[in-house]
């Protein structure tokens, strides 16, 4: 190599150099400034809503007094659409990823459902609210309660399970399959037996981080009608209910400063809530995810 080619390597080496140092502090900056926004976002909510958050306000339903106002109807009532998101979102999205990675040929029909999920998956959750309003709350009659809630949220979040269930699927070794086929297992034992425990931390991580996107969205609950105060906790499926983004949407729109107090608070506990599930999905990654 003479001295030309030498000085030309060296100068593209250099380049690639000076542009890999901004890359990296440019990802750095990025990431610096999306800290910084969450870090004032909770400052700004344990400041203003710490004050608020005691018993009382945990036990007392909503009032007109900043003072007497509590979650108690709005945290059961998330907490029963959680009973009803989970199960029916789960189930269904567990079934249609097992269904489209073990049963169904690839073709263009397969092909074209999945690009269809994959796009549902990005659709803004407003849409799914007037689907549910449609469907659940006028034409079946189910009106402002639990369940036409819940089965809204479940297709607001059903997509993302489908799509997380499949990840987890696909990424079970085919030679686990192999082996279950050659000791005289049928297909239907082996997705049992082998493929479902195998892709359980996948399944239940994407699961759960779904659910916690349900049980805080606002918009599908105000296009279906859910109240924002009640003083009466639901007593079935069929029972009106309020949840706390409503209750925190209520709260942050009053025009009383204490009530933007209140809702701090509400935030807090639907925080500490959110929390508390992402941290059992990561639970459950860190201890039963296996490497094949």
């Not at 107090?261 to 925080?271: F, H, S």
Request: some cysteine.
């Amino acid at each position: 190599m003479n001295y030309i080619d030498q000085q030309s390597v060296k100068k593209k080496m250099t380049g690639r150099l000076m542009k890999n140092k901004i890359l990296k502090f440019t990802f750095l900056g990025a990431t610096l400034l999306a800290l910084l926004v969450l870090v004032i976002l909770g400052y700004r909510m344990v400041t203003q809503g710490v004050g608020y958050l005691n018993l009382d306000f945990l036990t007392n339903f909503s009032s007109r007094f900043p003072a007497n106002a509590g979650i108690k109807a709005a945290l059961v009532g998330s907490l029963c659409l959680l009973a009803v998101v989970a199960p029916v979102s789960l189930f269904l999205g567990v079934g249609a990823a097992v269904y489209l990675e073990e049963y169904a040929k690839k073709n263009k029909i397969t092909t074209f459902i999945q690009m269809n999920i994959s796009n549902l998956a990005g659709v803004p959750s407003i849409v799914f609210g007037l689907l549910g309003l449609t469907i659940f709350v006028r034409m079946l009659g189910m009106g402002k309660s639990v369940l036409a809630a819940g089965l809204t949220m479940s297709l607001l979040i059903l997509p993302v399970i489908i799509v997380a269930s499949q990840e987890a699927i696909r990424a079970v070794p085919n030679d686990l399959r192999e082996a279950s086929y050659g000791i005289g297992a049928t297909k239907w034992q082996t997705i049992l037996k082998v493929v479902i425990p195998s892709a359980i931390p996948g399944i239940l991580t994407g699961g759960i981080l779904a659910l916690s996107r349900a049980i805080g969205e606002t918009a599908p609950l105000v296009v279906i009608g859910i109240p924002v105060i009640i003083h009466f906790l639901p007593e079935g499926l069929l029972s009106e209910f309020t949840a706390l983004p409503m209750q925190i949407f209520d709260w942050a729109k009053r025009p009383q400063e204490e009530f933007q107090y209140v809702a701090a608070a509400g935030i807090l506990v639907l925080m500490i809530v959110l929390v508390f599930m992402n941290s059992i999905a990561v639970l459950i990654r860190n201890k039963f995810s296996k490497r094949y």
